[in-house]
């Protein structure tokens, strides 16, 4: 499985003491001294420097090296200026030794008035020129004095000459431009606004049918050829008395295949049974019955009762990865009713969970999650001394008011809103993997459907916005060597920018279905959706230019089905990289494709299809709403142009009225097979296909039609 992004950078974090943003009084700002490359040949500008580090000024520039005993050095220069333009850092390493791993960061008051971040601008390995963007939202505060740290990681006597440090101004991007259009009851998410209407250069791919490709090809069993087939049959029999199947996390990771140990994951083989099933396929009615076989997850034998990522699995490592499991098991609960199985183990799981929540309770009956993970067997939060994952309490949160929806137990209910109740007392940024934008559609679900009011707009902020406990998690944005790469999800300033394909597709299968819930999200949802369809065409091998990937063509997979893990902003000066941990960390796996990210395609394939106006697409909100009320199908469509664009929409042989709950209207009456609407000016509309004939009423703030809920805020001024 991957390994955190960056996680070398949190070394760093510990080093300088910077771990979490700290809270600082507010007293006289002392004149800056505005920054320039010839600082790094001034002496007296470096008084911060690290005890006992060699740090010298050189006619070639800053010499940084690592004293004897340690890991790492780091030069200091304080109380300097940025230009108010700053956008992009241009480096010039003049000499580096051997493995000499640099890094530049900014310490000082930058995402927020009145606490001090540190933000990584760039990371990178040996001599020469490179040139990183600088994200605007690390540095929105420029008047305020920041410190420059210069680092270098490695063995005693490692060392880098850094002999220029520039601040440039940002680039301009002509497609991101100032808002002319307000659509009314609509509100903005900031990162949201930092994306083009139109990105370029634009593709669509159909990611139903590179779904559904990729199902045939990981489960073809007779594939021949180096690294295949890829799934095999695992007869360990350690939670079933019946053969289950395995998949690699990595093509090519050789210590994930038949006849090794039973080591396939569980993020890997069941998200790739769910992405097949939102792309529309049956996998209990394949060669195997994938569905049951994913059983083979709940930690039975060794009697923790839990869906884990392991077969033989543990507690107490990490929340994300004990939660997302069980997130793709519910799912899969819900998709195939049929199998009574997963909903036992689902009751049983949950019950477990709850159990948790208690054990996690505070003082004012609230839980506590500001741990790392929770050991079952000790009954108590566990806490490492690198990190913790706080939005741990999102996943309770969309894990439980699931077990309200299926088994109606008013204790499910209960531990869902005390668990958003901790998420929305958090005065930070909680956002560690993959977990909060799932509590963030459970926020919205009971703010819509029980009259509750969690503050969606700032657990919003925080999904697209930059950790607090994981520095630099966030989405992206920026032209990336002249590819828009807006709208994925992963780190902003590892290397420049390090997205993920699991992350960015899970993210999306988490949000669209809120614009059903909160519709005054909808414009948001849907032009950040735009520029996330385009932009993760570029996870996949021949996207990009040729050497513009971490390795050379996989000739066993000519379609290009499987994506890379990630795309970085930039890799051996190539940019942007498709690529991954495993080949530059060498920690493994023989190629950065990775199975574990390319299996949740399927939620893209699920949600995404295209309309008759190229740039217009129909967003399906019901495709990843698990454990929904019934509901009529729903659509989002975003324009992205400045002038408004009519569409067809495809309705079938059965009259209905197309009532939009973003703007509170009929936009068809009467209609079937094909209707045409009008999607406003950089606008949205969350069309409701209703029964023509169907009985209004209202119920409260709910407009419903035969009794089931059409818009849960029709009477809520906009």
Request: charged share 20%.
């Amino acid at each position: 499985m991957k390994m955190s992004p960056g996680l070398w950078v949190v070394g760093w974090l510990a080093l300088i003491g910077l771990a979490s943003p700290v809270v600082i009084a507010q007293p006289a700002v002392a004149p800056a001294r505005v920054w320039a490359s010839g600082l790094l040949r001034a002496a007296e500008a470096w008084p911060h420097a690290e005890k006992d580090a060699r740090i010298v000024v050189t006619p070639q520039g800053l010499h940084v090296e690592v004293a004897p005993g340690r890991k790492n050095a780091v030069a200091a220069a304080p109380g300097l200026a940025l230009p108010a333009d700053t956008g992009l850092l241009r480096l010039r390493v003049a000499a580096a030794s051997a493995g000499a791993k640099w890094n530049v960061c900014l310490y000082g008051e930058l995402r927020r008035p009145g606490e001090k971040h540190t933000a990584y601008i760039a990371q990178g390995e040996g001599a020469g020129e490179r040139v990183f963007p600088i994200d605007p939202r690390l540095i929105p505060h420029r008047e305020q004095p920041v410190r420059l740290h210069l680092g270098v990681q490695g063995e005693p006597g490692t060392f880098i000459v850094m002999a220029e440090v520039s601040f440039l101004p940002a680039p301009q991007r002509p497609n991101v431009l100032p808002r002319t259009r307000f659509q009314p009851g609509q509100r903005d998410i900031a990162t949201v606004e930092q994306m083009p209407n139109l990105p370029e250069p634009f593709l669509l791919i159909d990611w139903r049918a590179k779904a559904r490709a990729y199902d045939r090809f990981v489960f073809d069993f007779q594939a021949r050829g180096e690294f295949l087939p890829l799934v095999w049959l695992d007869e360990s029999r350690i939670n079933l008395d019946r053969a289950t199947f395995g998949l690699p996390s990595y093509v090519g990771n050789l210590g994930q295949a038949a006849g090794k140990t039973n080591s396939q994951e569980g993020v890997t083989c069941m998200g790739a049974v769910l992405g097949a099933t939102l792309a529309g396929l049956d996998k209990s009615r394949q060669e195997h019955d994938y569905v049951s076989m994913c059983e083979a997850w709940f930690n039975r034998k060794n009697g923790l009762d839990l869906v884990l990522n392991q077969q033989k699995g543990n507690t107490g490592g990490s929340f994300w990865y004990e939660m997302f499991t069980h997130i793709c098991f519910y799912a899969l609960a819900d998709r195939y009713p049929d199998k009574p199985r997963l909903g036992e183990i689902m009751r049983t799981t949950a019950d477990r969970w709850r159990t948790a929540y208690l054990d996690l309770g505070g003082s004012n009956g609230v839980p506590d999650f500001n741990h790392t993970s929770f050991d079952f067997r000790a009954r108590k939060g566990v806490s490492n001394p690198r990190w913790r994952e706080p939005d741990a309490a999102a996943g309770m949160a969309w894990m439980q008011y699931a077990a309200w929806m299926k088994f109606r137990d008013s204790n499910y209910l209960a531990a869902a809103e005390g668990s958003l109740t901790f998420l929305q007392g958090l005065k930070i940024n909680p956002f560690y993997e993959v977990l909060l934008p799932y509590g963030t559609l459970a926020a919205a679900r009971l703010n819509a459907e029980h009259g509750r009011s969690y503050d969606v707009d700032r657990l919003l902020g925080w999904c697209f916005g930059i950790s607090d406990c994981r520095g630099g998690w966030g989405v992206l944005v920026g032209n990336w060597g002249g590819y828009d790469c807006d709208g994925l999800q992963g780190s902003i300033d590892n290397r420049g920018g390090y997205a993920f394909a699991m992350n960015t597709f899970a993210m999306a299968g988490a949000l669209v279905p809120l614009a059903r819930y909160d519709p005054a999200y909808a414009r948001a949802i849907g032009k950040w959706m735009l520029n996330l369809a385009n932009s993760a065409r570029l996870f996949y091998p021949g996207a990009l230019p040729p050497g513009h990937e971490s390795g050379p063509p996989w000739p066993g997979d000519p379609q290009h089905l499987i994506a890379y893990e990630g795309l970085r902003y930039e890799w051996d000066g190539k940019s942007p990289c498709a690529t991954g941990d495993p080949v530059a960390m060498k920690w493994g796996p023989r190629t950065d494709l990775g199975l574990y990210g390319s299996s949740y395609a399927g939620m893209l394939g699920a949600i995404i299809s295209p309309t008759d106006e190229g740039r217009i697409l129909q967003l399906d909100c019901l495709a990843t709403d698990f454990f929904r009320a019934p509901a009529y199908p729903t659509f989002l469509y975003y324009n992205p142009h400045p002038q408004a664009r009519r569409i067809s929409l495809s309705l079938g042989e059965k009259a209905v009225t197309v009532y939009d709950i973003a703007g509170k209207r009929i936009l068809a009456r009467n209609v079937k097979g094909r209707a045409r609407i009008a999607v406003p000016a950089d606008g949205a509309v969350v069309a409701v296909m209703v029964p023509a004939a169907g009985t209004v009423r209202n119920e409260g703030r709910k407009l419903l039609v035969n009794d089931i809920v059409v818009d849960a805020w029709w009477n809520v001024g906009q």
